[in-house]
């Protein structure tokens, strides 16, 4: 026992330390981090774990292990079953492992840091490439959309007047292309032309044969002869009908395209229903014709030519149709395409600007072909009056009987003329002296002064249609 005694006990050799005088088992916290910009501290090693902290040390591990933590972050109890960041430096939320790290963990910091700044700065780069693409698309689909009124507005013509020839011979017509190979439209010019208005005016007027005498016809839409040879005649030369229309025509297809092959077709309408290169509806019922009848003379106004006519609308009544809510008419196509054709022209069955407001008369159909329906002025007025999406028929015959002041078009059955004053640049010799024969004044002259006259007027430079 005394052997026992007196030998040295290792284990009692260093006295137990209490609980309480422990040290704790993290890392001593550290100051606060230094700025960002700052150069970092130099690395240093973590003390070492002291007696008695092997069992948290391995909870530590795990965590570390869970939340991807350098080897200095530390942690301790929050008493809620699971460990929280010790740091006093910022807030840790309980539910949720840290990111906040120490020593080591401040260059991974500013690498996480650095990374979402350079995601940010991507980001914010994706937003303005996307912005600066579609602003790109808007502005070439704008521009597309008003190429071909530019392409009008560069065109220095106050009417729709073709280049006459200085020597006969056909002309090409580059505002009219061909179904289906795109060729412009080339005949010679029309001595003189018949318009014929599908207007119910026609009715009882007896000028079938007047009108067959012309060297060309031309009619609107789907606007029949059979059965009203005697009023509106037989002889259609051309006929323009808008794209609405080719589906009643398609009802007698017998009559309109069989019997009549002779018959020159100039179809009108929007892009998307005309447009060649994305095959629109009406043009791919007008391609199925041409294959039908080989021998079917059909043709389409050109975009170019369709804005044309909506810059002369704009030039002669100083509003844009599409704001202004306005179609124009067949009507108004059928007399530009006469004004490039023919030279001297007759129209039929058109009122003035004024016939509904001073109207007597009976009331006559829309259609001389379609009875029952509203008369010829309701259906005028209410078109005019029609906020959006009509035609402007009266806004339109004001606009002809002023291109009857520069042009030779007489207005027949019902007849009236606009107040015209012609200059002698506007008539043809021919027409000078047949006009100065009906002159009083000429009876005053003695011969020779009546024949210094003539050979004043012989010596003016002639009329280009004269």
């Keep these: 026992w005394d052997a026992k005694v007196d030998a040295p006990d290792v284990k009692s050799s ?4 209490p609980r309480s005088l422990r040290p704790p088992c993290t890392p001593p916290t550290r100051r606060r981090p230094r700025p960002l910009c700052a150069k970092p501290p130099p690395l240093r090693q973590a003390p070492p774990m002291p007696p008695g902290c092997a069992a948290r040390s391995s909870t530590q591990q795990k965590l570390r292990l869970q939340h991807r933590l350098p080897p200095g972050a530390g942690f301790r109890p929050s008493g809620r079953a699971h460990w929280t960041w010790s740091s006093e ?12 790290l120490s020593g080591s963990g401040d260059s991974s910091l500013r690498t996480t840091e650095g990374t979402d700044s350079m995601k940010a700065r991507g980001r914010l780069l994706l937003l303005i490439l996307c912005t600066l693409t579609f602003s790109a698309v808007y502005i070439l689909l704008c521009c597309w959309a008003c ?10 013509r106050h009417l729709p007047v073709a280049p006459r020839p200085t020597v006969p011979g056909p002309l090409h017509f580059s505002g009219y292309s061909s179904v289906p190979d795109g060729k412009p439209l080339i005949r010679e010019l029309c001595h003189s032309c018949a318009v014929v208005s599908s207007s119910g005016q026609m009715l009882g007027s007896g000028l079938g044969a007047q009108i067959d005498g012309a060297e060309c016809v031309l009619r609107m839409n789907q606007a029949p002869t059979v059965g009203f040879e005697e009023d509106v005649g037989q002889r259609s030369t051309l006929r323009v009908i808008s794209h609405t229309t080719v589906p009643l025509l398609l009802r007698n297809y017998s009559h309109y395209f069989q019997q009549a092959q002779d018959t020159l077709y100039v179809v009108w309408g929007q892009g998307r229903h005309m447009d060649r290169m994305l095959g629109g509806r009406t043009y791919r019922t007008l391609l199925q014709l ?4 080989p021998g079917l003379q059909v043709y389409t106004f050109t975009e170019r030519m369709m804005a044309y006519c909506d810059q002369i609308f704009q030039e002669e009544t100083g509003k844009n149709r599409r704001q202004s809510g306005s179609f124009l008419s067949t009507g108004w196509f059928t007399m530009i395409l006469a004004l490039e054709l023919c030279e001297e022209i007759v129209v039929y069955g058109m009122v003035s600007e004024n016939y509904c ?10 259609h001389y072909f379609e009875k029952g329906r509203l008369d010829e002025c309701q259906m005028y007025l209410l ?6 999406s009509a035609h402007r028929f009266i806004t339109e015959k004001a606009v002809f009987s002023r291109w009857a002041k520069k042009r030779p078009i007489v207005f027949a059955h019902p007849s009236w003329r606009a107040n015209i004053v012609f200059g002698h640049q506007h008539l043809s010799l021919l027409q000078r002296l047949s006009l100065l024969q009906h002159l009083s004044l000429l009876q005053h002259l003695s011969l020779l002064q009546r024949l210094s006259l003539l050979q004043y007027l012989s010596l003016l430079p002639p009329h280009p249609r004269g």
Aim: charged share 20%.
């Design 89 to 100: 430096q910022r807030f840790v939320s309980p539910r949720r492992a840290p990111a906040f």
């Design 290 to 293: 041409t294959r039908m009848y």
């Design 383 to 388: 078109h005019e009056q029609a906020p959006r």
């Design 147 to 156: 190429l071909p009124l530019c392409l009008a507005a560069c065109l220095d």
């Design 357 to 366: 407001s001073e109207k007597n008369g009976p009331s006559v159909p829309y």
């Design 14 to 17: 260093t006295p137990p330390v």
